[in-house]
C-alpha cells in the first residue's frame, strides 16, 4: 500500500487561500519554493525594452548684438572761429492761478425789539430780557417816566409782536448782521407807512444799528434814515438804570428834539 504525502499539497493550498484573502491574482517568488507548482514562462520572460525617448532640440537663440555706442563728437575750434552758443529755449511758466478768498459768513446778530407807538412818535425798544414788557417792569416804568417827561401818553401802544433774531434756529438762510438791518428797516417801514409817525424814537444799540445804521457814538444824536424818516437815538433802558449818569444828556438831547413832535400839537 502506498502512502501519500500530502504536507506539500497542504502548503499549496493555504499559500493560495491567503492570496486570495489578499486580492492578489499573479505573484513570483523570490527563491523556489518546496512543493510549489511550476511557475508560467510568460511570467519568467524578461520585460521588452523601452524605446528611447525623442527629444527636440530646442532652437538655440542667437545671442543680442548691441547697438554700437555713439561717441559724443567733440569739436575742434578753428583759429580765428566764433565759438557756437547753445540757444536755450525759455520755459513757459504756469499762469497764477488766482485765488478766491472763501467768503466768511458773519454770525447772527441777537437782539429782541418791541415797536411800539406813543401819540406822534414811534418807537423802536430793545426788550432787556428778550419778553415783551410788563407792568412792573422796572425798565418800562423807566419807558413811561420818559414819556410823559416828553409830553407824550405814558401807555404806548404795541405795534406787531416783537422781533426776535435770529429768526431760525437751523437751516442756510443768511441771518448775519446785514440780513438782519434789512428785515428790521423793512419791518419798521411797513408798519410806519401803516401810521406815519412825526420821529421814530430809536432805543437802544441793536435799535440804531438795525435800524438808524449807527452805533454808540449816535447816542443823543438825530438820524435820517431812508424810509424811516427822522429818528433819535438813545442808549437802551438797561444802559440807562446800570449808568444814571447818562440820564442828565438825555434830558438835554430831548429838549432839542422835543421840538418835533411837541410843535404841531401847539400850532
Known sequence: MTVLDTSGLNAELR????LDAMQVATWLPRTELPFAAPSRAEL?????????L??????VAEPVREAPVERPKIEIPRPGAQPRQAVVEPVAEPEPVEEKPARVSAPPPRFSLQLLRAGDCALLVELPTGQPFQSRDPAYILLKDLLRAAGLPDSPQLLGEPVRWPLLVRGNMDQGPQ???EFVQSFVAARLEEQPSTCLWLVGLPAIRFAGE?????YNR???VEGLGACWAMPGLELLMEEPARKRELWQAMRRVRQRWSAPAHS
Not at 499559500?15 to 491567503?18: D, K, L, M, S, T
Not at 519568467?44 to 528611447?52: F, I, N, R
Not at 449807527?214 to 449816535?218: A, I, R, T, V, Y
Open 15 to 18: 499559500r493560495r487561500a491567503y
Open 44 to 52: 519568467l520572460a524578461p520585460p521588452p525594452a523601452e524605446a528611447p
Open 54 to 59: 525623442d527629444i527636440v532640440s530646442e532652437p
Open 179 to 181: 440780513a438782519a438791518l
Open 214 to 218: 449807527g452805533d454808540e457814538h449816535s
Open 222 to 224: 438825530e438820524l435820517q
